[in-house]
């Protein structure tokens, strides 16, 4: 079980406390090509699945430091990003829809709840827009729902693409339990945040 692995569990419990005393609440993109402009070939490749975990798992991680309003167009990009790595390679073409699912599910939510009060915050090369805050607790349930269903295409792959589809899987639940912490009182997402950078490598 890799460490990742065992941080998601970890979160979940955390999330689980952390509900329970609360009083159960909470409940510039890369070039497209064969896998995203990299120079790789089609097929699976460690390279490729390497590419897409890692723009999850950085990805996520940039978000986390943003206002809760504007988390979501963050997320929103970091699918777009992830999925442009796979674009176009056949081989990847059930974790492309996993993916694109996500991005999808999240740029219509975004869309549809902007906040014209609120300019975009720029992180890096990259703008992101605020929702309304009302619309927050929505947004994360349907965000949510569309991971739970990305991880059921990929670990659903046939049996020859379990190796590199798990990984990602993992990284989209991953996604997921940093999105629970993400809505959590400021206490525990510091919390979440800091164990997540001290216990897993960049």
């Not at 955390?14 to 909470?26: D, F, N, Q, R, W």
């Not at 945040?193 to 216990?199: G, I, T």
């Amino acid at each position: 079980m890799s460490t990742r692995t065992l941080l998601a569990g970890f979160l979940s419990l955390i999330l689980a406390c952390t509900s329970a005393y609360a009083g159960g609440g909470g409940g510039g993109e890369g070039s497209q090509g064969a896998i995203g402009g990299s120079g790789q070939s089609s097929g699976l490749n460690s390279k490729a699945t390497k590419a897409v975990v890692t723009t999850l798992t950085r990805g996520f991680d940039r978000c986390g430091t943003l206002p809760r309003e504007y988390k979501f167009d963050c997320f929103r990009q970091t699918y777009k990003l992830a999925a442009q790595k796979l674009n176009g390679n056949q081989a990847y073409a059930e974790a492309y829809k996993a993916l694109t699912l996500v991005e999808d599910t999240l740029t219509k939510a975004v869309n549809q709840n902007l906040d014209p009060s609120q300019s975009p915050r720029r992180k890096g090369l990259n703008f992101y827009r605020a929702v309304k805050p009302a619309a927050v607790p929505q947004i994360k349930r349907q965000a949510e729902r569309s991971m739970r269903q990305a991880e059921t295409i990929l670990l659903r792959s046939p049996a020859n693409k379990q190796v590199h589809y798990a990984r990602i899987a993992e990284a989209v639940n991953s996604n997921k339990v940093l999105l629970r912490s993400a809505m959590l009182p400021g206490a525990a997402i510091r919390f979440a945040w800091h164990f997540l950078k001290m216990a897993v490598p960049a």
